[in-house]
């Protein structure tokens, strides 16, 4: 589902941020990316959501490739895939309901499906009763929430989550990864980027260390 085959990508001033990454990710797998600041983690992520492209080496991310996906193709590379950040990136001008019906008003769909399947989202995440509410008004737990409900409402294929929990306080942050872990019960593949070794040694899962753009090291999953 999600291929690297020899990655490199250096960013002007020389910086290598990734060096010949080799991974795969079959579809319905939950992987952890761990690794520390400056690591590569997010340069990796910006790969498979076609951010930004590599240098060399080769990035498929279902039937696309992103070494020549066109900017036509990109919208719909991008419906198959929902994205989660550290900082939420909620609209601040819109209430949870609005930032979470997003993707499928980009999409065009109706405002009858639009309000079922919200409604199914905010109840999936506990929210029902804040649907009318701004994001200034919730806590940061309540925030990232509604970003996965946002980042999940399209059924997207693959869930990446880049450092979901990294503001978050440890209780939340098990809430949290709880909502991810029952995204990929139903199927979906999910990729989450975290320096939380506490939490990543408790979810058992497959895991995939980097430093200084190189894999270090995986272990877990499967192989286990
Ligand atoms: N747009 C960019 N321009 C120049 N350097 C970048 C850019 N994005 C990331 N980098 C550099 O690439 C390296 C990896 O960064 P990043 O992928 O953000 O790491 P992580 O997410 O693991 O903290 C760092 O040295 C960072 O400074
Ligand atoms: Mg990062």
Known sequence: MIHFSHVYKTYSGSVQALKNIDLYIDKGEFVFLTGPSGAGKSTLFKMISAFDRPCSGEVTVGEYNMNSISSSQVPFLRRKIGVVYQDFKLLKSSTVFENIALPLKVRGDGDNYIRDRVGEMLEHVGLSFKRDTFPQFLSGGEQQRVAIARAL????????????TGNLDPHLSEEIMDLLDKANAQGTTVFVATH?????????????????????????????
């Open 196 to 224: 939380d070794h506490e939490m990543v040694k408790r979810r058992n899962k497959r895991v995939v260390q980097i430093n200084n753009g190189n894999i270090e090291k995986e272990f877990g999953g499967l192989d286990v």
């Open 153 to 164: 409402v399209h059924h997207p294929g693959i869930l990446i989550a880049d450092e979901p």
